[in-house]
C-alpha cells in the first residue's frame, strides 16, 4: 500500500509500532470461534495482526482511498466503507452466532460516541479493544466524587467491566499525537435489560450530567424529564450527579419508567 497521509478531519494517526501491535493482539487473544470488528484500519496494520490468526474479521472504515488497496491486500476479510457510528450492527453481523469482539485504535475524537454505540448495542458485544487518549481511560476508571467521574465512567460501569492495559508513548504513531494513550479492555456484562430500562438509564445519566455543576434535582428538572416529581424517588436531590453512585442511577431510571408521567407517554 502506498503511504497515506493521515487526515486530520477523520482522527487519524497511524500506529507504527510492531511491538505495541504484538501486545494489544495478545490482550484480543483472536480464536478461531471469534467474530472480530475493526473500526478504522487505516493502512491496515491491526488488520495484518488479526488476519494472522483463525477468527472471522470484518472491518469498517470511512477512509475511501484506502478501502481497494485493503480489500485486496487482505483477502478473507470483509470490509465495510462506511462510518462506524452510521453502522447498523444488528442488520449487518445480527445474524451471526455468537456475540461480536470489537477492536480499533479510534480517533480520539469519537471515542465517547463509539463507546455509547457499543452501549446501546450490548446485547451484540461480548467485548472491546480499544486504543484510547490516556485522559479518557483515566476517566473510564473514575470513582464518584472525582473530577473524572461522569457520563463515560458511569454508564461503562453500568454496562460493563473495564481493564486499564497498559499506556502508549505517541512516538509510536504517525503523526504523533500530542498526548498519551492507552490500551483498554471493555467486557460488556451479561444484564437481563428492556430496551426501555437501557434507553432510560442513558438518559438519565445524561441528563443528570447536563449541567455538572447543579444539583441533581435541578439538572433533572432543566431535561426531557422535568415534568417528573423525583421528591420521592429514595434519591438525594440536593447532591451533584458526581456525588451519585451507580445504585443511585439505577433508582432514577426505575423510578422514572413507573412513573405514571413516563407510562402516559408510551
Known sequence: MEKVTPLKRFGQNYLTDNNILKKIIAEI????????????????????????????????????????????????IKFYNEDFLKTDLGKIFGPLKGKLRIAGNIPYNLTSPIIFKLLENNNLVKDAVFMVQHEVAKRISASPGSKDYGILSVLLHFFAEVKYCFKVSPNVFYPKPKVYSAVIHIFMKELQLTEEMKRTFISVVKASFGKRRKIIKNSLGDSIFKDIDFSDSGVNLALRAEQLNLKDFKILANFIINHPLHNSGR
Request: hydrophobic share 40%; net charge negative; aromatic share 4%.
Open 29 to 76: 487473544n483472536p480464536t478461531e470461534n471469534d467474530f472480530i470488528v475493526e473500526v478504522g484500519p487505516g493502512t491496515g496494520a491491526l488488520t495484518s495482526k488479526l488476519s494472522e490468526s483463525a477468527a472471522e474479521i470484518a472491518a469498517v472504515e470511512i477512509d475511501k482511498r484506502v478501502k481497494d488497496d485493503l480489500a485486496e491486500k487482505f483477502p478473507r
